[in-house]
């Protein structure tokens, strides 16, 4: 099993940048694959970015278009996200998650199995 915790939400102007990170607890974080999440008010959770167990492979939501990219190290127990030219429409609560089997990136959220709280992301226009 592993904890997943969540940092570096906040509230910042359009155009400006946040870096997310998720710690995990235990020993055994290089064999889960990762995940972003991010649900709106109203909306269902969707993917944002996936990266693999060595984080040699890396996925990414359709709506993304550049503008996030996901890293983790191993060593660290720690896997970030970093966002950059924030739109008022990127605010959500952004959750990280972790696939047990890691065998590939999976983008439907009923595919991780443990989740953090959450970390709110809020753009003002």
């Known amino acids: 099993q592993v904890q997943l915790v969540e940092s570096g939400g906040g509230l910042v102007q359009a155009g400006g940048s946040l870096r997310l990170s998720c710690a995990a607890s235990g020993r055994r974080f290089s064999i889960y694959a990762m995940g972003w999440f991010r649900q709106a008010p109203g909306k269902e959770r969707e993917f944002v970015a996936g990266?693999?167990?060595?984080?040699?492979?890396?996925a990414y939501g359709d709506f993304v278009k550049g503008r996030f990219t996901i890293s983790r190290d191993n060593a660290k127990n720690t896997v970030w996200l970093q966002i950059n030219s924030l739109k008022p429409e990127d605010t959500a609560v952004y959750y990280c998650?972790?696939?047990?089997?890691?065998?590939?990136?999976?983008?439907?959220?009923?595919?991780?199995?443990?989740w953090g709280q959450g970390t709110q992301v809020t753009v003002s226009s």
């Open positions: 998650a972790a696939d047990r089997y890691g065998y590939r990136i999976q983008t439907a959220w009923k595919d991780y199995d443990y």
């Open positions: 990266i693999s167990r060595s984080g040699s492979v890396t």
